[in-house]
C-alpha cells in the first residue's frame, strides 16, 4: 500500500488499520470510515456502514494524497469532487483537466503496490523517488515510445523504455537490454525467443490474420511511429496504406 495515505493519517493521529496489499481502514469519526484499496486505487467513504462517496485516490508526494469521486449529497443527488489532503476542510468541485494518460495506471498501481512514493507531474508524467534518493521519471507521448530514465543528483544514470505488465505492474527496459519488473531485486538479462509462423500463411494480403500481421504492425510501429497501428493482428486497410507508405520510403515499391 502506498505509504503516503498511512504517512498522512500517522502524522494527523487518526487511527487506521491496515492489511497489506488490500486496504487501509481510516477511523474519520465514530460513524464514519475511508477505505483506500490497493491495486486498482479504489476509495469508498461509509457514513454508518453505507457508502456515501466512491471514486479514486493517488498520492500528491510523500504524505499526501487526491480523491475524485462521486459524493453522495443528503437529497440523494451526486456530484463530482475532489479532496485534497493539503486542504482536509472541504470538498471541491472536481475541475475537468487533461487526465492522466490511462496507460500510466498500471505504473501507478505498481509503484503503490511496492510502497514507492512517487507523483503525477502535470497530467504528462510519473515520477518516482527510490529508498536511496534516485528517481525514475515515467513519460507516455501520445504518439511514440514510453520512455523512462533514472536520475540521480540530477544526473541521468540510466534510460530506455516501459510497458505494462497487467494492470497492476510494469517493466522497465534498459538500453543494454536489461530489464526489470516492479518488485524484482534486481535487473535481469532478456531472452528472446523467436516466433513460429504458420508458413502457409505468407504472403500476407488484406484481411490476413495471425500473430504474423500483429508482428508486421508491432514492426511498422517501430519503423513509423506516427498514428500508430492497432496491433490487433487483422492486415486492415490501415496495415496496408502504412506498409505501401514504408516500402515507397525505401523504393521497394512504385
Known amino acids: 500500500m502506498?505509504?503516503?495515505?498511512?504517512k498522512y493519517f500517522t502524522k494527523k493521529g487518526t487511527a487506521f488499520t491496515e492489511t497489506r496489499g488490500v486496504v487501509i481502514a481510516v477511523k474519520i469519526s465514530d460513524n464514519v470510515t475511508w477505505d483506500f484499496y490497493s491495486g486498482n486505487n479504489l476509495f469508498v467513504a461509509f457514513e454508518g456502514g453505507v457508502p456515501y462517496i466512491v471514486g479514486k485516490w493517488r498520492c500528491d508526494g510523500d504524505e499526501n494524497f487526491i480523491i475524485t469521486g462521486d459524493?453522495?449529497?443528503?437529497?440523494?443527488?451526486?456530484?463530482n469532487q475532489t479532496f485534497s489532503s493539503k486542504t482536509p476542510d472541504k470538498w471541491t468541485?472536481?475541475?475537468?483537466?487533461?487526465?492522466?494518460?490511462p496507460s500510466f495506471s498500471c505504473v501507478t498501481n505498481g509503484l503503490a503496490s511496492m510502497d514507492m512514493s512517487f507523483q503525477i507531474k502535470d497530467n504528462i508524467y510519473v515520477v518516482a523517488t527510490l529508498k536511496s534518493g534516485t528517481k525514475w521519471y515515467f513519460y507516455q507521448p501520445k504518439q511514440g515510445t514510453k520512455t523512462w530514465v533514472e536520475v540521480n543528483n540530477k544526473?541521468?544514470?540510466?534510460?530506455?523504455?516501459w510497458s505494462c505488465v497487467g494492470e497492476s505492474n510494469f517493466q522497465l527496459t534498459r538500453s543494454d537490454g536489461k530489464t526489470y519488473v516492479g518488485g524484482d531485486t534486481?535487473?535481469?538479462?532478456t531472452t528472446q525467443t523467436e516466433p513460429t509462423y504458420d508458413k502457409s500463411k505468407?504472403?500476407?494480403?488484406?484481411n490476413s490474420q495471425g500473430p504474423e500481421v500483429a508482428q508486421l504492425q508491432n514492426y511498422l510501429n517501430k519503423i513509423i511511429p506516427f498514428e500508430p497501428l492497432v496491433v490487433n493482428g487483422l492486415f486492415d486497410k490501415k496495415t496496408q496504406d502504412k506498409l505501401i507508405q514504408?516500402?515507397?520510403s525505401l523504393n521497394i515499391t512504385k
Open 2 to 6: 502506498a505509504n503516503c495515505v498511512t
Open 71 to 79: 459524493v453522495t449529497k443528503r437529497d440523494g443527488t451526486k456530484k
Open 93 to 101: 468541485d472536481t475541475v475537468e483537466t487533461t487526465q492522466l494518460d
Open 155 to 161: 544526473t541521468i544514470t540510466l534510460q530506455g523504455t
Open 186 to 189: 534486481s535487473w535481469k538479462e
Open 202 to 206: 505468407f504472403p500476407l494480403k488484406l
Open 246 to 248: 514504408l516500402q515507397k
